[in-house]
């Protein structure tokens, strides 16, 4: 089945660098009325669940030697998927988005975003700004008077005041912009070397046997190889034993991976260099150069294991005095001026309906790597892949068009999103929790494996070499 060319989804085609008449067998099932905003979340949703899932079907067809099945791909599910974190459910718990110091503070001069949902990062924002905190249970560790001193400190200062002082002590605040005329790219890709690559055999699966190491946190990383354990892959992700993950986040995308930790600074460094040996895909996410250290900078893969492909994912674009720094979805929607754009009627800036940034920068990600595994089979070579949220974020305000703003799902229990959600026993309790979206013909309907304990799987692949 053809139609016309959704323009957003041709777009990010395009930045994949797959062949342009692909995208016509692209179809969406509409559901108008989901994510609504004043900017298009819904088309950019879509079109990023709709990029992954034909870059899949391209790679399930190189593989068997037959045509790309079709792609369909329902909006309800996309847009329940992008709130996966908010649909989770442990024994019936929900979970906390945002940590009661994460959140917009009035300025003397306008208005900061702050994000303190990990210990250390409240640490950090509560010392540089002279705050008592108390968060170990010591004085001053009443929650409720720590905001209140919070926004009495903030509302004296100057909102670029504010965010050089706490990002200066390690911490994380940012001053609400206006949008820019300027854009960042999508997507960026580079040929690394003509070495040949591993074959593929034919499979059920696009991703099958494809081994990925998983150096990401949080959302938007672990949502790209949580879509590719979906496809297959060996997905082995892995963490520093000093920098635990917050649990909530594991049990949302930790579905189909295995997780390991190691110590770097020690002999552990060893355990991944035998890993690497034998990697197809290196996914990055944390603050750029923190890895360099470990031999995982690009152009020490490159020199490595040429054939691979390493995926970064950052927050702040390549080049410029933000290129280093620390970044999430929230932070990154106010600076590029989304937060201004979405702001409620009394002028406080407003939010998407989603973490549509890291989500969509997910599925973009995945995309991109399953792009590159088709590309490497046919001419050989490694790949470097880079993406942003930053570049999302630009895609967002000025490549797309207009929004959804206001109104309601479509009426009719076919597309609430109880049909989105399934339910999973694991090691963390009774899982509910978003399927995946992806809609190709032949597409797994849930994962393989619930998530497994954080860090407690060997660090080695399922099969050999």
Not at 166 to 182: I, M, T
Not at 440 to 462: E, I, K, N, Q, T
């Amino acid at each position: 089945m053809t139609q016309p060319a959704d323009a957003p989804t041709a777009h990010a085609w395009d930045a994949l660098g797959g062949a342009p008449e692909a995208v016509r067998h692209v179809v969406y099932r509409e559901v108008p009325g989901v994510l609504p905003a004043r900017l298009p979340v819904r088309r950019l949703a879509r079109a990023a669940v709709g990029v992954c899932s034909l870059a899949a079907a391209e790679l399930l067809a190189l593989r068997s030697g037959g045509t790309p099945p079709p792609v369909e791909v329902d909006e309800a599910a996309v847009a329940a998927a992008f709130v996966s974190e908010r649909h989770l459910r442990i024994d019936g718990r929900p979970g906390t988005s945002f940590a009661p110091l994460s959140g917009f503070w009035r300025t003397a001069d306008g208005w900061v975003r702050t994000h303190a949902n990990y210990p250390h990062h409240r640490a950090r924002l509560t010392a540089a700004l002279g705050i008592p905190d108390g968060a170990d249970g010591g004085a001053g560790a009443d929650p409720e008077a720590v905001s209140r001193r919070l926004a009495a400190e903030l509302a004296g200062r100057r909102a670029a005041e504010v965010e050089e002082t706490v990002y200066a002590a390690g911490g994380l605040a940012v001053a609400v912009r206006d949008p820019s005329a300027g854009t960042q790219p999508l997507v960026e890709i580079e040929r690394t070397d003509d070495a040949a690559v591993r074959t593929l055999p034919p499979a059920g699966l696009p991703a099958a046997g494809v081994r990925v190491l998983d150096l990401t946190r949080v959302i938007a990383g672990p949502v790209a190889t949580r879509t590719l354990a979906l496809l297959g892959a060996d997905v082995l992700r892995v963490d520093s034993p000093r920098l635990p993950e917050d649990e909530w986040a594991h049990a949302d995308t930790g579905f189909g991976k295995r997780s390991a930790r190691l110590d770097l600074s020690g002999p552990d460094r060893t355990v991944l260099q035998e890993l690497l040996a034998s990697a197809d895909v290196v996914v990055t996410g944390y603050r750029p150069g923190a890895l360099d250290r470990y031999g995982l900078a690009p152009e020490a893969l490159r020199e490595r294991r040429p054939g691979l492909v390493v995926a970064q994912i950052r927050a702040w674009e390549r080049s410029g005095p933000w290129a280093e720094r620390r970044g999430f979805d929230s932070l990154v929607q106010a600076r590029c001026g989304i937060a201004s754009v979405e702001a409620g009627p009394d002028g406080r800036p407003g939010v998407l309906p989603a973490q549509a940034l890291d989500h969509g920068t997910g599925y973009l990600l995945a995309a991109a790597v399953l792009r590159a595994l088709t590309d490497a089979r046919r001419d050989g070579g490694g790949r470097l892949l880079r993406l942003s949220l930053t570049g999302t974020a630009s895609w967002l305000l000025h490549g797309i068009g207009p929004g959804d703003p206001g109104g309601e799902a479509a009426p009719g229990d076919d597309d609430g999103p109880a049909r989105r959600l399934a339910v999973t026993d694991s090691v963390y309790g009774r899982l509910v929790h978003a399927r995946p979206p992806l809609g190709y013909r032949g597409v797994p309907v849930d994962w393989s494996s619930p998530p497994g304990l954080w860090g407690a799987d060997a660090a080695v692949w399922r099969q050999p070499a």
